[in-house]
């Protein structure tokens, strides 16, 4: 089936420093998305991108569908302590079907 | 803001016994979804349902595992005889539309199969 490449794993940074984060796929998607899991809780959509070359922004996060419809990255400007959390990026496929396919998650640590 | 709920937040249970993990989707929604999330894993999608029907499966929702919307407002993954590798986070999400309408994640339901 298909996968999705998500990288780094995990990420330590230090307070207000920018982050990018970045996803590619097997094949490709139609649509990408980015979730945020806190601990305990379930994925909360931050950014959907539904266009080859889309870059969408939401307020300090940015992500960007990459061209060949087979990547995609996030970034995180100025991060502060509650952006700490896994980061998933997450893809449709061409096909009818609308189940999401995960990646296995950014885990970003932020230092004080 | 409305959203996905989910019954219990943490279930233990022994390997063999039947589960029920309940999810009320938001009102007006249509489409609904069970994901799976091993401990320290991706999520995984299991299921997708829609007027009162499967629309897909994964190869994970075997014949073990049932769904089932028993009325207008709850949506139930029954798991009939639970193992030990049953152990996850079960997430349940819905959306009005379906196709690329955003699908709004519960909580999820911690199973712990001993």
């Known amino acids: 089936g298909q996968q999705l490449n998500q990288s780094p794993q995990s990420m330590f940074i230090q307070e207000g420093e920018d982050v990018s984060m970045n996803c590619t796929s097997s094949?490709?998607?139609?649509?990408w998305l980015w979730y945020k899991q806190d601990p305990g809780e379930g994925p909360v959509l931050l950014i959907a991108?539904?266009?080859?070359?889309e870059l969408t922004s939401n307020g300090r996060l940015t992500a960007q569908f990459g061209i060949t419809r087979k990547d995609s990255f996030l970034n995180i400007s100025a991060s502060i302590p509650s952006d700490v959390g896994i980061y998933f990026c997450?893809?449709?496929?061409?096909?009818?079907?609308?189940?999401?396919?995960f990646g296995k998650g950014t885990r970003l640590h932020i230092l004080p | 803001e409305p959203e996905v709920t989910q019954t219990p937040s943490h279930q233990v249970t022994q390997m063999g016994q039947e589960v029920i993990l309940r999810c009320v989707p938001i009102?007006?929604?249509?489409?609904f979804y069970w994901y799976r999330q091993i401990l320290g894993q991706k999520v995984e999608f299991l299921v997708s349902?829609?007027?009162?029907?499967?629309?897909?499966k994964s190869e994970i929702f075997d014949d073990q595992f049932s769904v089932e919307r028993p009325d207008g407002s709850n949506f139930t993954l029954k798991i009939r005889s639970t193992k030990l590798e049953d152990s996850a986070m079960y997430f349940c999400?819905?959306?009005?539309?379906?196709?690329?309408?955003?699908?709004?994640f519960g909580p999820g339901t911690r199973l712990t199969v001993l």
């Open positions: 009102s007006n929604h249509l489409y």
């Open positions: 997450a893809g449709r496929n061409m096909n009818r079907d609308d189940k999401i396919i």
């Open positions: 094949s490709i998607f139609n649509t």
């Open positions: 991108l539904y266009k080859a070359g």
């Open positions: 349902f829609y007027n009162n029907e499967i629309s897909e």
């Open positions: 999400a819905s959306t009005r539309r379906g196709g690329t309408d955003t699908q709004y």
